[in-house]
């Protein structure tokens, strides 16, 4: 598959844009209750697989300015990088953009909480993993599917050639 100048200049802007946004609200970016605005980004993915990969290499450069270290790199990439193959799964067999914007939150909810839970060296057990994964869920939830989807729907609706944009990249 090649690439043009033109569709790798847009994923580097999408890589740089999730890490400085996440970067820039670092307080409410990291921590048990994440309200990563540039979470809502996955979303691009649904439209046009070129994203995927920009979106990772997003989370993985603000990751690296995570307060839990090297444990978030691994961890939270990784858990980006599986909620990304099930949007890209999701388009392919039921191409529902709601479906889709859920991935992320359940993802997370699952994986995030071990980095909290590793990185302070608390033992993994429900009592701890399930407060932990609700308040996870609640951020995603919010930061992708309300703001994410209603935002794609919006702009699908304004402006008819949405898609065609994204699919041309």
């Known amino acids: 598959m090649k690439i043009s100048v033109r569709s790798l200049t847009i994923m580097a802007t999408v890589a740089a844009l999730y890490a400085a946004v996440t970067v820039a609200q670092a307080h409410i970016g990291f921590g048990p209750i994440q309200f990563r605005v540039a979470e809502s980004l996955n979303l691009l993915a649904f439209f046009n697989p070129i994203f995927a990969p920009a979106v990772l290499l997003g989370v993985f450069t603000a990751n690296l300015f995570s307060p839990y ?8 990439t990784g858990a980006s990088l599986i909620a990304l193959i099930f949007i890209l799964a999701t388009k392919k067999f039921t191409n529902s953009l709601l ?16 980095v909290f839970l590793i990185y302070g060296g608390v033992p993994i057990t429900f009592a701890n993993f399930g407060p932990f994964a609700a308040s ?5 939830f919010v930061v992708v599917t309300l703001f994410g989807y209603t935002l794609c729907r919006v702009l699908m609706a304004r402006n008819p050639n949405f898609i065609a944009i994204l699919k041309s990249i």
Do not use: C, K, R
């Open 136 to 140: 996870v869920a609640v951020g995603q």
């Open 69 to 76: 270290g090297l444990v978030d790199i691994v961890f939270g």
């Open 99 to 114: 479906l889709a914007s859920l991935w992320p939150t359940i993802v997370n909810a699952l994986v995030i909480p071990l």
